[in-house]
């Protein structure tokens, strides 16, 4: 696929979102607009709190589908703190209320993730160490959200299924020999496609090495417990990956970039994100 039907692709499922949240608030119509005669109108989105703006891109899209003006003073990515105004809007009073909470809502959803990803990747930078997200997103919302995470600065893991064969606890319940299961998997994935297997100790990791996997996933482990397995890795498999995933918080995270892991994933990007303070004010 070349990058001309790749970006029309997307702007299609971005729009197909942006259309659908727009409907959920929307519903039959906006009954305000039955009462109230349609006049020219601006106002500002104000932040009332700290933080990362996100969904740009997105609010972009809703203003083209509804025809209304939007002035951004940040972009995507660049930080804010309280009583910033971060865009102007104007339009007819009509369209401006009937868009205003679809518009919010993107923009505190994907701005609050992307605020809390900020923190964790300012804490492991220093270390070169790189933060993933992870699959546990709200169902529908994985490429909003992980677009979000992507604007904090993390890099996104799977997006599905299909991105690549990880071999989580689960699946290693139903694989009898694991070099065997890997090298007959090499012969049926996609010849770029990477393995990766979950483990949970020392052993569980060295099998998984000389299994030839591309990268293990240390589970749940203490950051003294993946500091061997880093060793381990270094004089043996230097050409594998290894990946820090389970239980990390923000508070706990540097212990583990310290410990020589190439990246750290986490679903607290998205499901511990809370939701920062912004609002719309008409003029």
Not at 261 to 274: E, R, T
Request: aromatic share 6%.
């Amino acid at each position: 696929m070349g990058k001309n039907s790749l970006r029309e692709n997307v702007g299609i499922m971005i729009k197909k979102f942006v259309l659908e949240a727009l409907a959920e608030d929307v519903g039959r119509g906006d009954l305000y607009a039955l009462v109230e005669p349609s006049i020219a109108v601006s106002g500002e989105i104000i932040a009332k709190s700290d933080g990362v703006v996100a969904g740009i891109k997105y609010i972009n899209v809703l203003a083209e589908l509804e025809s209304f003006n939007l002035e951004w003073f940040k972009n995507d990515g660049e930080a804010f703190v309280a009583g910033d105004v971060i865009a102007q809007v104007s339009g007819d009073s009509h369209t401006i209320l009937k868009v205003e909470r679809t518009l919010l809502d993107m923009l505190l959803h994907a701005s609050s993730i992307a605020t809390l990803t900020r923190k964790y990747v300012e804490v492991i930078e220093p270390h070169g160490v790189k933060l993933l997200d992870t699959r546990k997103t709200r169902p529908l919302l994985r490429v909003f959200e992980k677009y979000a995470t992507r604007i904090g600065g993390a890099i996104n893991h799977r997006m599905g299924l299909d991105d690549s064969l990880m071999i989580k606890d689960t699946h290693l319940k139903t694989i009898k020999n694991l070099e065997s299961y890997i090298e007959y998997a090499r012969k049926k994935i996609p010849f770029t496609t990477k393995i990766e297997v979950e483990v949970e100790t020392f052993d569980m990791a060295v099998e998984a090495m000389y299994a030839d996997c591309d990268i293990v996933m240390c589970d749940n482990m203490t950051p003294e417990q993946i500091e061997e397995i880093v060793r381990f890795r270094n004089k043996n498999h230097p050409h594998i990956l290894l990946e820090a995933s389970g239980n990390i918080s923000l508070e706990t995270i540097e212990s583990y970039a310290k410990t020589g892991i190439d990246a750290i994933s986490s679903g607290s990007l998205i499901h511990q994100a809370n939701w920062i303070d912004l609002s719309m004010k008409i003029d």
